[in-house]
């Protein structure tokens, strides 16, 4: 039974964690995060039984609006497919870049900001580098 290590939790900002998330683009590892702990577990235990491990403690996030709880899970070999294809890239990310490519700036800005808890100028230069 999955039991969560919250001795010492790490306090990552939104941007913080994208670029966590960014970082880890393989196969054989996954951030679970869920606004519940007990969800969270439930999910844990169920990749367990699947054959994954949890790596380190429980991560919590704290956003503009709420707090996420995240776990990472891996998997021992390449052939566990077992967390499918790794998406690094938060699904915000997309609707930025169509605002941004559409002539649409100001809104890609807003959207990104309102989303990670970047200051205005962190969010400009993010689109302008990125978009």
């Known amino acids: ?72 899970i891996t998997v021992d070999t390449d052939s566990n497919n077992v967390l499918g294809e790794f998406n690094s890239e938060p699904s915000y990310f997309r609707e930025v870049r169509e605002l941004a490519s559409s002539g649409n700036k100001l809104s890609a800005v807003k959207l990104l900001k309102d989303e990670t808890g970047m200051d205005l100028r962190e969010a400009k230069e993010w689109v302008d580098n990125n978009c």
């Open 1 to 72: 039974m999955y039991k969560r290590a919250l001795k010492q939790p790490l306090i990552l900002t939104c941007k913080q964690l994208i670029i966590k998330l960014i970082i880890m683009k393989y196969n054989k590892y996954k951030n679970i995060s869920n606004k519940s702990l007990i969800s969270l577990d439930q999910t844990i235990n169920d990749f367990i039984s699947k054959g994954c491990k949890p790596i380190g403690g429980v991560s919590i996030v704290v956003g503009v609006r709420d707090i996420i709880y995240v776990q990472t």
